[in-house]
Structures are given as C-alpha cells and as structure tokens.
C-alpha cells in the first residue's frame, strides 16, 4: 500500500456527516487503487461496499438518535424479553482460545511492540488498527502490513541494542485484530466515495490472510458499538467475506468491546446476533466511562471527580463488571475485563512498585467479579495479570446473586474530588495527546499514563461538564475556594498550560514541536467548544 507523511492532511480531518462530526481517513493524492492496491481487492471489496456501506450511515444516524433522546431525557434501558435473553443458548469456546487471562494489546503499527507483545507470553494478543493508533493512511497501512506478517509468523525488528534482528517465538498466543470502528470512514479508495473504515480494515486482512495457514481462526475485536442491532452488521460483513473466499460462514471469529452506555443494556441481544462469530465480551471501561458521561452530559449530578482519584471499583463500573460475566458464562462465553492505565517503568522503582501495585488489586477484583482475564499493555504487566486468575478460566462461574437487571446509572456520589489541579491536569493532557496525534501517535505515555483516544475523550468530557454546570457544581482549587469553570476560563487555563509546554520543549531539537503543541491546543478547545464527543 502506497504511505503518506505523518503532517496534518486537511482531507483527514473530521468533516460533518448527518448530526455529528465523524473523522474521515483519506488515502493520499497521488494514491491510485488499481495501482497501490492488492491485485483483485476492489473486485473483492465491491459487493461488500454495496450490501454494507448504506447500512453503515443508517446505524450511525441511529446513534445520534439515542443520544439526542438520552440528553432529552430518554435514557437507555434493558429491552424486553426475547429470544436472545429467554433461550438457553451457547457458544462453544474452542481449545486454542480458552485461557485469555491476559490479552495484550498496542498499537498495529509499532513493528517493536507488536513482536515484543507476542513474546511476552500472554496468552492473547490484540493488534489495534484503532485507539491506540494514530487515523492516518500511513500508520493504518503500515498496521495492516504487520498484523499479515505477524498472522504469517514472519514479523521482525532490529533491537539496535542486542545489536540483532528479534523474530516472533512459537507460542500459543492468540492474535485478534481490532479495525477502526463503525462510525470512521475511510476515503480515497473508491473515488467519489466514503466506506466504512471498519469494512476496509477486515477486508484488506481477510483478503490478503492465507487462512490454511493460520495456527487459529482469524480472530476480529470489534469495537465501539452502541447496539444489539449493529452486530448483526459485522456478522454479515464476516459472512460475505467467508462465502467470496469459499470458506465456512464461521470461519471469522471475534470478541467484541462494551464501551458505549447503550450497549451495556443490550449485550445479551448483541452476542445472540453474533452468536456463530463470538468468543467473549470485553469490558472497555475507559471508553464507558466516556460515553457515560456523554449521555448524562445534561445531569449535573454527573459531573465526575478528577479522572484519577475515581477508585477502580466505583460503582458505575462495578455493576457492568459484575453483570457482564453473568451473562458471558450463561452462554459459555468468556468476560474480559479493562486496561489498567498506570504503567509500570523500568527507570522510576517507585513509579513501578505503584504500578504494579495497582494492577493486580485491580486485576484481583475483576477476577472476584468473575472475569476470565483482563488487558494489559506493557510486557511487565503479563505475569501479574495472570496471576490474578483461575486457570484457565470461570466458565462455570455464576454470581450468587443472580441479579439480571443491575441498575447501570449509580450516580457518582462520594467517591473522588473535583479539584481545579483536576481541571488543569486534563487540559495539559488533552494538548499533549493530540500532539502525539499531530506527530503521528495515537496512545501517548504521560505521567506515568498511557493515555490513548478513549482517555483523552474522558478529559474533553469531563472539562465540558464542569463548564456547562459551572454555577451549580463547585471545584475547588487548592485553597478549597470554588473556582466559576466558565469558558473564558477554560480558554486561559488552556493557553497556560500550553506556555507551561512551551517552556519544558525550548532544549528540544525538534523544530516543530512549538507549532504542534500550538496546533494541539487549537485542536482541543475547539472539540470542547463544538462539543465533538464522539470516538474520534
């Protein structure tokens, strides 16, 4: 596939679609699809385009939909009884994929990281086309390119300190791939018009995979679903692509992420729809927390703490984290739980013994609420996240209490602080994530935080909310005084926090990076301002 710079592209930019702002991919200029593409792929990607990419736009409408309905006060709910929720259905969950204790998971593009998280022994591996990876023609192709060779075995790095060339070891890691969700679109692929990015990312794995050869099925991670129906969209897409290869319908396999509000009171009817396709339901809480706080946006009982001072077991998370095994194991699927954000480092002992600390307490309670395993994203992680699980698996498990309908609203009440130091850390951190963005990373280390797309569309929310309920919500700052978080305030603590950045990047040698962060301050205020709140 041809690449293209790293430099912002305007044709990249998000452009407008029904109600929202949606990010559009674009191949670059001198990009041509006969040329740059493999050899029979648009034969292969018509049909799919014509039967899907309508059907696409529909569900993305629906989702304005349901969020103009939350705000105005319709909010999600359980869905009546039905053939998903009362028959006694089961997945079958094969051998290779049993003990997923601990799913690693980075960015596609990083050749290094995909190598080193496919040695570190964790039993799954998630290569990730999305969050993690910057939205730019060059690192979606570049991620493709290595998720193919790793699926092939054959994926590589120089490690310029042991002086030598690292290859993938045999292992019995599975490796899922995670394309761009259902709301991206990829232009520039066929002329004149818009796919789903979701589409072009299978497709371009599916068609190039050799399936004879893969030690596993090809293996999927859907992502940023907002309802039941919408699974029915990748188990078409999936099936389509089996019968155009001349394989088995269910030759495509997949987990999917809970990471929107509406989803949650909908998994059950989800898995049933995918239920020839599906493994296991994964708990994305990072995401979650963001979409709550969008469809609760009008609430000022909603206005959360400082992102890091709300524990891991708040109630909000607790209830999800306990239901979603329940209704996994009812159906012989496994339950992953989330990412545990703070890092451990191999520089800063303290900064590690905490992180590590941190993680199997976290990893220990998703374990209590009978998850099968959870995510990690740094190797150091593997050991310790797997250790806070039964082996293989609690398949068999099923909570007491049995409680089918948990309220998924608890409001936030007791827990953390709202503090301006809050207000002020997520501005710093919103300019530097996208400044990682501008300079083509789409997950960024920061305070000790891997801080990805999911992370940073919390700390937009959550400085949107303290603005919008500014005069009935108090943050304190560090004399306990409550400070007005009114947009003109908003708009200075922005433009010091950038002068703060400024500061620490004079001795840097890289010429740019006066007019990135400048350019990531920009960028940021204004996705507050016009309230761009979607995954993008």
Known sequence: MASATTKPNPSMEPQPFA????????APPD??????????????????????TLRQRALVARRDFALAEAQAGKLPDYLPPSVATTNSWRVEIPAWCADQRNQMTGPADDADLVVKMLNSGAPGVMLDLEDSTANTWEHNSRGIKNILEALAGRLTYFDRKRDKTVGINPSSTVIFTRPRGLHVHQAGVLQGELLPASLFDVAMVAYQVDFSSLKHPLCIYIPKSESADEALWWRDLFQMIARLKGLPTNVIKCMALVESHPLAFQMEEFSWNLRDHILGLNLGRWDYMASLIHFNLENPEWVLPDRNTIPHNVAFFQNLRNLMPDICHKHGMLAIGGMTALYPSREDAELNTRALKILAEDKKNEANSLMDGAWTGHPDQNEIAVSQFPAPNQLQARPADGNTHPDLRPLPKGVGKRTLAGTRAAVRTVIRYRNGVL???????????????????????????????????????????????APEFIRDLFDEELERLLRESEKSSDGRREATLREARRISEEMIRREEFSPA
Not at 19 to 26: A, W, Y
Not at 461 to 471: D, E, K, V, Y
């Open 19 to 26: 109600n929202r702002i949606v990010p559009v991919n674009s």
């Open 31 to 52: 990009f041509d699809a006969a040329r740059d593409l493999p050899e029979g792929f648009l034969e292969f990607l018509a049909p799919l385009h014509a039967a899907l």
């Open 439 to 485: 300079n083509g990373k789409g997950a960024s280390l920061l305070d000790g935080y891997m801080e990805d797309l999911a992370t940073d569309r919390i700390y937009r929310l959550m400085i949107a909310q303290r603005m919008r309920h500014s005069n009935t919500v108090e943050v304190a700052d560090e004399n306990g005084t409550p400070v007005r978080h």
